[in-house]
């Protein structure tokens, strides 16, 4: 079968929902995917429609339609599978016959609000990559006196020890209440802990940090703690051909 045709064989596993690409390539080297009776000696294949796929003896079903979810997250509550501490996570809320989720980025266990899962690897990467330019909108409570201009000057970009930051658009949310103030910062490109360490370097004190945007996705109308899915046709008009082909009523298949 030629390398050219077809999709490399860990998407198409991840794709059904079993595990994510990475996981699926060490299934592969682990000698554990077969395709059509032959065991696969390197994750480079490429499978095309019709091959038979089993992995540790099971047949792999077909690929889920793509889908997305909205999850109010509340603090204290971790953005991971499992926890050796014990403390909860996403998962331990949610439906038990969804299919396997993965969120798209993350927030800080002490960090609440939006966060999006989903089934699809291709919409996580898309939702996740710089490039695709997704502004994520926080609602931040600090302690400390903000400096209007300095929050001004946050359009140009920060580097903190080392680390260069791009655009960020912050401003005042309301007067300030008491040693507290509201901000409202705007970001693409959601490195880890970005908003906290920015507003450390301005000499303020983060004690609540709420996403309510990300992209074309909003915490509006979502109650904490609550979780639901994105529409189909919300969906394809916001990813297009990433949420699937159309079916004959105009929805995802």
Known sequence: MSEKVGERIAKVIARAGLCSRREAETLVEQGRVFVNGTKLQRAAHNVVPGDEIVVDGKKLQA?????????????????AARDPQGRPTIY????????????????????????????DGAIKRHLELPASGLVRRYRVRVF???????LARL??????????????????????????????????EGKNREVRRVCEQLGLQVN??????????????????????????????????????????????
Do not use: C
């Open 63 to 79: 690929a889920e339609r793509p889908r997305l979810f909205r999850f109010n997250k509340p603090r204290e509550v971790l953005v």
């Open 92 to 119: 331990d809320g949610l439906p038990g016959h969804l299919p396997r989720l993965m969120p798209v980025g993350r927030l800080d266990f002490n960090s609440e609000g939006l966060l999006l899962l989903t089934n």
């Open 144 to 150: 400390g006196s903000p400096d209007p201009d300095r």
């Open 155 to 188: 359009k140009n970009g920060i580097s903190i020890d080392g680390v260069q930051y791009g655009s960020i658009e912050a401003s005042m949310d309301g007067a300030p209440e008491g040693r507290n103030a509201w901000l409202v910062f705007k970001l693409a």
């Open 208 to 253: 609540r940090l709420i996403r309510t945007d990300y992209g074309a996705f909003s915490l509006e109308g979502l109650p904490r703690g609550a979780f639901e899915e994105v529409g189909p046709g919300e969906l394809r008009k916001t990813l297009g051909a990433l949420a699937g082909p159309p079916n004959k009523k105009g929805k995802p298949a």
